[in-house]
T-cell receptor
Framework: SAVISQKPSRDICQRGTSLTIQCQVD?????MFWYRQQPGQSLTLIATANQGSEATYESGFVIDKFPISRPNLTFSTLTVSNMSPEDSSIYLC???????????FGPGTRLTVT | AQKITQTQPGMFVQEKEAVTLDCTYD???????LFWYKQPSSGEMIFLIY??????QNATEGRYSLNFQKARKSANLVISASQLGDSAMYFCAMRGYNAGKSTFGDGTTLTVKP
């Protein structure tokens, strides 16, 4: 299995500011994803992070609001821009390892926007 | 398109008893994988068990087993000998072998009573 770390683990931010979340994996992985989980709800896929190119966003999510970088096979960042209280969620990084099928998740970043 | 249905928003079980969490799915992919995750109150997503659509045997991992009935498109999770630490949200998910992203159900909250 892949070991995934995320920073920060939690943060409280003021509306209108931006937060960048980092995701580091201990091995090269084929695919990296960013999910959002609003309180009491299931996971919603924000985007697939593509190495060296623009991320692939799901319906309802745009690059200006959630810019994503993936400079190599083991690292990605998600920025939540111009935050509002509706952005208060857990943000999860997830990976699929090369040669395996299982999908693993990082510990999550718990974001509260005031 | 893929769809996961978990019909039990909440379940209760007595400590040391077995419990079954229901999951049905729908997909047009000929090959796919089914997963179960546990999410305790800390927020992390813990991978529990995986079942491939062509696997002949039901998957087992310790106290977890997956009751896979392909014709019925169901992939129920069975937890044997429940422990207080099993209290958490449980998500069923699936991914096609040729697809990158997974589809998640709405989750079932399991409460283990002492």
């Amino acid at each position: 299995s892949a070991v995934i770390s995320q920073k920060p683990s939690r943060d409280i931010c003021q509306r209108g500011t931006s937060l960048t979340i980092q995701c580091q994996v201990d091995s090269q992985v084929t695919m990296m994803f960013w999910y959002r989980q609003q309180p009491g709800q299931s996971l919603t896929l924000i985007a697939t992070a593509n190495q060296g190119s623009e991320a692939t966003y799901e319906s309802g999510f745009v690059i200006d609001k959630f810019p994503i970088s993936r400079p190599n096979l083991t690292f990605s960042t998600l920025t939540v821009s111009n935050m509002s209280p509706e952005d208060s969620s857990i943000y999860l990084c997830s990976v699929v390892s090369r040669g395996l099928y299982e999908q693993y998740f990082g510990p999550g970043t718990r974001l509260t926007v005031t | 398109a893929q769809k996961i249905t978990q019909t039990q928003p909440g379940m209760f079980v007595q400590e040391k008893e077995a419990v079954t969490l229901d999951c049905t799915y729908d997909t047009s992919d000929p090959s796919y994988g089914l997963f179960w995750y546990k999410q305790p109150s800390s927020g992390e997503m813990i991978f529990l068990i995986y079942q491939g659509s062509y696997d002949q045997q039901n998957a087992t991992e310790g106290r977890y087993s997956l009751n896979f009935q392909k014709a019925r498109k169901s992939a129920n999770l069975v937890i044997s000998a429940s422990q207080l630490g099993d209290s958490a949200m449980y998500f069923c998910a699936m991914r096609g072998y040729n697809a990158g992203k997974s589809t998640f159900g709405d989750g079932t909250t399991l409460t283990v009573k002492p």
